[in-house]
């Protein structure tokens, strides 16, 4: 049952969808014209059917946020790879840097610290994501050696789950038996030219390999060579997040979103795609920005490789992508190149649109890190990683919200506010 399940990814990959629906070619069962901002339905399988004409266009109150602490003075931090919030509303951080899970309390003083760099159990490599299940119990996942921890309320490691998946990976949720939803993405380099590896939501079982495969979306648009992947400028991608049972996952191209709890889709939102020009003095800022980030003596060899890709002509529906504790859904817009805040749009689980607040944009592309032996700047977003947009909105429950912030000097923080949201 594994080997088919691993072949029906492949098989779907290689004959462009033969072996499983693509979920973003979804029927919208709504009519797309309709005068009003917003409908719904539901299909013959129980899942809400939501269009959202235009985001924009949604009358919708703003909500309220009070600032209760920042990470900024007293607690260091370095490539935050996730935070999430614990049933006490103490705050666990996976700090990729350092190898450990920081856990702040409810004012944000530094409880302790969890683990440290090493590959034995409690330690960790590559911290490449943190979630936390309804029971309060940590999951991280290492991505160097793929291995799922899991963590109990003191801090000690109560299990370790291995990954046998080949393919770049990210845990969502976890399901009963050990099981757990997760991204998958295949990277080929044929064809050649603009393409779009696709993406596929999957169970993977306690033996760390794919039993299942729910649906499959178009991936991260990228430019191929016969012996690399360029970056597309504005690229449409996939999204994706997950938080207790709840997973979401969307394409950028227009507003196609899917919420599930644990394996059964639950609302699914469709919107029109964006209008929006990317304009000749934004395209070349991009390009810009892009050479920025690699030492002055190359740009020139960098300029010649983005001249053989593209800058889309429009921007994407939407940028960032949450789910809440609850099922709700934050939907990020895609902000300009000089936006220093992003306008966030909050649906309850059935797709109703709740509100909008306003957060700092977290821009990661713009981060520089230095890699092991190599001399020089590179980007954070290397080939190597899976597509999914990295934003300044960490975790969201019923009355808080934690946000990643950089300072002018690159420094990372987070902000912890009080939410006050509709019912």
């Given at each position: 049952?594994?080997?088919?399940?691993?072949?029906?990814?492949?098989s779907?990959?290689?004959?462009?969808?033969?072996?499983?629906r693509?979920?973003?070619?979804?029927?919208?069962?709504l009519d797309?014209?309709?005068?009003s901002?917003?409908?719904?339905t539901t299909?013959?399988?129980g899942v809400?059917?939501?269009?959202?004409?235009?985001?924009?266009?949604?009358?919708?109150?703003e909500?309220?946020r009070?600032?209760?602490?920042?990470?900024?003075?007293?607690?260091?931090?370095?490539?935050?790879?996730?935070?999430?919030?614990?049933?006490?509303?103490?705050?666990?951080?996976?700090?990729?840097?350092?190898s450990?899970?920081?856990?702040?309390?409810?004012?944000?003083?530094l409880?302790?610290?969890?683990?440290?760099r090493?590959?034995?159990?409690?330690?960790?490599?590559?911290?490449?994501?943190i979630?936390?299940?309804?029971?309060?119990?940590?999951?991280?996942?290492?991505?160097?050696?793929?291995?799922?921890?899991?963590?109990?309320?003191?801090?000690?490691?109560?299990?370790?789950?291995r990954?046998?998946?080949?393919?770049?990976?990210?845990?969502l949720v976890?399901?009963?038996?050990?099981?757990?939803?997760?991204?998958?993405?295949?990277?080929?380099f044929?064809?050649?030219?603009?393409?779009?590896?696709?993406l596929?939501?999957?169970?993977?079982?306690?033996?760390?390999?794919?039993?299942?495969?729910?649906?499959?979306?178009?991936?991260?648009q990228?430019y191929?060579t016969p012996?690399?992947?360029?970056?597309?400028g504005?690229?449409?991608t996939?999204?994706?997040?997950?938080?207790?049972?709840?997973?979401?996952?969307?394409?950028?191209?227009?507003?196609?979103?899917?919420?599930?709890?644990?394996?059964?889709?639950?609302t699914?939102?469709?919107g029109?795609?964006s209008?929006?020009?990317?304009?000749?003095?934004?395209?070349?800022?991009?390009?810009e920005?892009?050479l920025?980030?690699?030492?002055?003596a190359?740009?020139?060899?960098?300029?010649?490789t983005?001249?053989?890709?593209?800058?889309?002509?429009?921007?994407?529906?939407?940028?960032?992508?949450?789910?809440?504790?609850?099922g709700?859904?934050?939907?990020?817009?895609?902000?300009?190149?000089?936006?220093?805040?992003?306008?966030?749009?909050?649906?309850?689980?059935?797709?109703?649109?709740?509100?909008r607040?306003?957060?700092?944009?977290?821009?990661?592309?713009?981060?520089?890190?230095?890699?092991?032996?190599?001399?020089?700047?590179?980007?954070?977003?290397?080939?190597?990683?899976?597509?999914?947009?990295?934003?300044?909105?960490?975790d969201?429950?019923a009355?808080?919200?934690a946000?990643l912030?950089?300072?002018?000097?690159?420094e990372?923080?987070?902000e912890?506010?009080?939410?006050d949201?509709?019912?």
């Amino acid at each position: 049952m594994q080997q088919a399940a691993r072949c029906r990814i492949l098989s779907v990959l290689v004959l462009a969808g033969l072996g499983c629906r693509d979920a973003s070619q979804e029927t919208d069962r709504l009519d797309p014209g309709a005068d009003s901002a917003t409908s719904s339905t539901t299909d013959s399988a129980g899942v809400t059917i939501v269009h959202i004409s235009d985001l924009q266009d949604l009358d919708l109150p703003e909500l309220n946020r009070r600032l209760l602490y920042s990470t900024s003075i007293d607690v260091e931090l370095y490539q935050v790879a996730g935070a999430v919030f614990l049933p006490d509303s103490s705050l666990a951080v996976g700090n990729k840097g350092s190898s450990q899970i920081l856990v702040l309390d409810q004012q944000g003083n530094l409880l302790e610290r969890r683990g440290r760099r090493g590959e034995g159990p409690g330690e960790y490599v590559d911290i490449a994501w943190i979630g936390v299940d309804t029971d309060g119990t940590l999951t991280v996942f290492d991505d160097r050696v793929r291995r799922i921890t899991f963590l109990d309320a003191q801090g000690s490691a109560a299990g370790i789950q291995r990954v046998v998946v080949t393919e770049a990976l990210v845990p969502l949720v976890g399901l009963p038996g050990g099981e757990f939803l997760a991204v998958v993405e295949t990277r080929p380099f044929r064809p050649l030219g603009l393409q779009r590896a696709p993406l596929f939501l999957v169970v993977v079982d306690a033996a760390g390999a794919v039993v299942d495969t729910l649906g499959q979306w178009a991936g991260k648009q990228r430019y191929a060579t016969p012996d690399r992947l360029i970056q597309v400028g504005f690229a449409a991608t996939a999204l994706y997040a997950g938080r207790g049972p709840y997973s979401v996952i969307a394409t950028t191209d227009s507003l196609d979103v899917t919420l599930y709890e644990a394996s059964t889709p639950l609302t699914r939102i469709h919107g029109n795609h964006s209008s929006r020009p990317v304009t000749a003095r934004e395209k070349e800022a991009w390009t810009e920005l892009f050479l920025d980030l690699y030492p002055e003596a190359v740009r020139p060899a960098q300029r010649r490789t983005l001249e053989q890709s593209t800058v889309r002509d429009t921007y994407p529906a939407f940028g960032a992508l949450k789910v809440a504790a609850d099922g709700a859904i934050w939907l990020g817009g895609y902000a300009e190149l000089d936006d220093v805040e992003r306008n966030w749009t909050v649906l309850r689980r059935d797709g109703v649109p709740l509100g909008r607040l306003s957060l700092p944009v977290y821009r990661p592309e713009l981060l520089k890190v230095r890699e092991s032996g190599i001399t020089g700047w590179a980007p954070v977003e290397l080939e190597s990683t899976i597509p999914s947009a990295s934003h300044e909105l960490l975790d969201v429950t019923a009355d808080r919200i934690a946000v990643l912030r950089t300072s002018e000097l690159d420094e990372e923080f987070i902000e912890v506010y009080a939410i006050d949201l509709p019912r």
